[in-house]
């Protein structure tokens, strides 16, 4: 199916609806011990079958929607580093930093150090977190909404400022001041930033004004999320078109692949870019084989 014209991608981005893979759930049956094992199949797997990129949650304890906090969880980008030692083409990315758990500047680090050890593959997907119960659980900063959505718009600007070899200099904001923000070696590009969800006053004006990507739930007012985001990019004189869309989706083919492709073809008429999603039984990876023989070259077409 066409992209509708206004709806095109921008140029930076590869043609057709890019797929990629979501770990959010690493419980798996053969336990910790097995884990990193695991791990290395699964990804090497994906990135065989033709995913786009593989992101895990930044997560301390197991979300509700996938188990039981007491469900393993690792640290996101020290899982990160370990996948980047295991593949070699696809895109890393947390979905999504929590901004209140790390300062800035370390972030900045964190996701440079990233780049450059993969070949130039880290993106930084952040968001203004919500587990109020994982962050008391473990003494993490986790201030009153307002305020995080403010260390939100300062946590960008410092890391574009920090990825800039050119800019070295003091950042003072209202919550974050940096005297100097030196960061050798330099991203080996800049990386993508992600921000996620969807709330129409805040976030997405952020994601018009900073983001390469945004992720907003596939449900009934996607449409209308993606019209507000266009209106806040025609607000700040940004072009829409340079903002790839993603939604989250399980990559369940239970139903058949027909449904599966005639939900992508429904998103990538409404201007979806690219997925993002959990495999059920991901560490069988036949499942992820049949993706890539089945599902990624449909989606290369849309």
């Not at 005639?262 to 084989?289: F, H, M, N, Y």
Request: with cysteine; charged share 25%; hydrophobic share 40%.
């Amino acid at each position: 199916m066409p992209r509708p014209e206004g709806q095109c991608r921008g140029a930076n981005y590869r043609e057709g609806m890019q797929i990629g893979l979501h770990l959010p759930d690493l419980t798996y049956p053969d336990g910790p011990a097995a884990l990193a094992d695991d791990l290395t199949r699964i990804v090497v797997a994906a990135e065989d079958a033709g995913f786009a990129r593989v992101s895990v949650m930044d997560h301390v304890w197991q979300i509700a929607v996938h188990g039981p906090p007491e469900h393993d969880m690792l640290e996101a980008y020290t899982t990160l580093g370990f996948i980047a030692a295991r593949t070699s083409r696809v895109e890393l990315l947390s979905w999504v930093t929590a901004v209140s758990y790390r300062a800035p500047g370390m972030l900045a680090k964190l996701v440079s150090t990233l780049d450059v050890l993969s070949g130039g593959r880290a993106w930084l997907g952040v968001g203004a977190a919500w587990n109020a119960e994982e962050a008391a659980g473990l003494g993490l900063d986790f201030p009153p909404l307002a305020q995080r959505f403010e260390m939100l718009e300062e946590t960008v600007q410092i890391c574009r400022q920090m990825w800039d070899p050119t800019d070295d200099g003091p950042y003072d904001g209202t919550h974050y001041h940096l005297g100097r923000t030196l960061n050798v070696p330099a991203p080996l590009h800049q990386p993508k930033i992600l921000i996620g969800g969807g709330g129409e006053k805040k976030t997405l004006r952020l994601v018009a004004k900073y983001a390469d990507a945004c992720n907003i739930v596939d449900g009934p007012e996607l449409e209308h999320k993606l019209a507000v985001l266009r209106g806040h990019c025609e607000t700040e004189g940004r072009d829409y078109g340079e903002i790839e869309k993603t939604v989250q989706v399980t990559l369940d083919l239970d139903d058949g692949v027909a449904p599966f492709i005639a939900t992508l073809e429904r998103l990538a008429a409404l201007g979806v870019d690219s997925i993002q999603g959990k495999l059920p039984g991901v560490w069988e990876t036949e499942r992820i084989e049949r993706f890539g023989r089945e599902i990624i070259p449909a989606a290369a077409e849309l």
